[in-house]
């Protein structure tokens, strides 16, 4: 069982930044593919960036400059440093980890996840 604590959201003007950290438990995180998700109200969950256990990093298009995703294995802690804020960036992000097998953008193939942090963005 892996347990997940995002935290490190807000309210901020756009052009701003953030950063939001997840926290994990787990003996193997250094192991774990872990992602950062958003969801919209009444929208399904979207990808936005994922590290791999050998640290590669994948991002949506969307946010591919602005957001940078990165992890601390002793600290089982994943961060997403979010620069460069647009309003369209409103969302609940939460993180997610696949425990076995690679890299993906399917929300679906993630084994746990964390209740998520909200972040605001005003115009």
């Known amino acids: 069982q892996v347990q997940l604590v995002e935290s490190g959201g807000g309210l901020v003007q756009a052009g701003g930044s953030l950063r939001l950290s997840c926290a994990a438990s787990?003996?193997?995180?250094?192991?774990?593919?872990v992602g950062w998700f958003r969801q919209f109200p009444g929208k399904e969950r979207e990808f936005v960036a994922a590290i791999s256990w050998s640290d590669s990093t994948y991002y949506a298009d969307s946010v591919k400059g602005r957001f940078t995703i990165s992890r601390d294995n002793a600290k089982k802690t994943v961060y997403l440093q979010m620069n460069s804020l647009k309003p369209e960036d409103t969302a609940v992000y939460r993180c997610a980890v696949r425990a076995t097998g690679v890299v993906t953008t399917s929300a679906n193939a993630y084994d746990y996840w964390g209740q998520g942090t909200q972040v605001t963005v005003s115009s």
């Open positions: 787990g003996r193997t995180f250094s192991r774990y593919v």
